[in-house]
Nanobody, 118 residues
Framework: EVQLVESGGGMVQPGGSLRLSCAAA????????MSWVRQAPGKGPEWVSA????????YYRDSLKGRFTISRDNAKNTVYLQMNNLQPEDTALYYC???????????WGKGTLVTVSA
């Protein structure tokens, strides 16, 4: 059974940082692209970032480039999202998702909540 479990969310002041983790199980983690997606209160899901199986190629939403960094540790079956200089508009539920070869996202975690507030 595929499992994705996010952690690392919390409340932080504007300008602060958080590192999210997503622990994967039930599939060959090192064979899949992985993505992060967020959903702000009252809004639809928004793609944030993706990383290829080896970790050498990363992709970001244009508006987040320079503040967010995705990485992975295949030995630990974990993907990370380092978020710096957080702003109130980054407040959202952050999900990690598996990306199959056919594209899209086929499995999602339950999310971890990030709240940016003074």
């Amino acid at each position: 059974e595929v499992q994705l479990v996010e952690s690392g969310g919390g409340m932080v002041q504007p300008g602060g940082s958080l590192r999210l983790s997503c622990a994967a199980a039930g599939f060959t983690f090192s064979s899949y692209d992985m993505s992060w997606v967020r959903q702000a209160p009252g809004k639809g899901p928004e793609w944030v970032s993706a990383i290829n199986p080896g970790g050498g190629r990363t992709y970001y939403r244009d508006s987040l480039k320079g503040r967010f960094t995705i990485s992975r540790d295949n030995a630990k079956n974990t993907v990370y999202l380092q978020m710096n200089n957080l702003q109130p508009e980054d407040t959202a539920l952050y999900y990690c998702a598996r990306v199959p070869e056919s594209g899209g996202m086929d499995y999602w975690g339950k999310g971890t909540l990030v709240t940016v507030s003074a």
